[in-house]
């Protein structure tokens, strides 16, 4: 599933990276929480839970069926 959410994150990126921002993956459990850290401009930005929950989280979730949450982490 890692290979999987990995290559959904390359697809996404470019739309982060338009606005100098970007996503890096740090873990997927075995339970389908993915856990990523948003870089650039996303780390700061006061609209990043609205960019993991309705764009990053609702991608991943459509192109990776297993996938429960995504959680942000520091």
């Known amino acids: ?37 948003l870089l650039g401009e996303c780390e700061n930005c006061p609209l990043s839970i609205m960019t993991l929950r309705a764009g990053i989280e609702r991608s991943l979730m459509n192109m990776v069926p297993n996938i429960r949450r995504i959680e942000a982490v520091k």
């Open 1 to 37: 599933m890692e290979e999987d959410v990995k290559k959904a994150l390359d697809s996404i990126r470019p739309y982060l990276q338009a606005d100098n921002g970007d996503v890096e993956l740090v873990e997927v459990t075995e339970d389908g929480i993915v856990r990523v850290r």
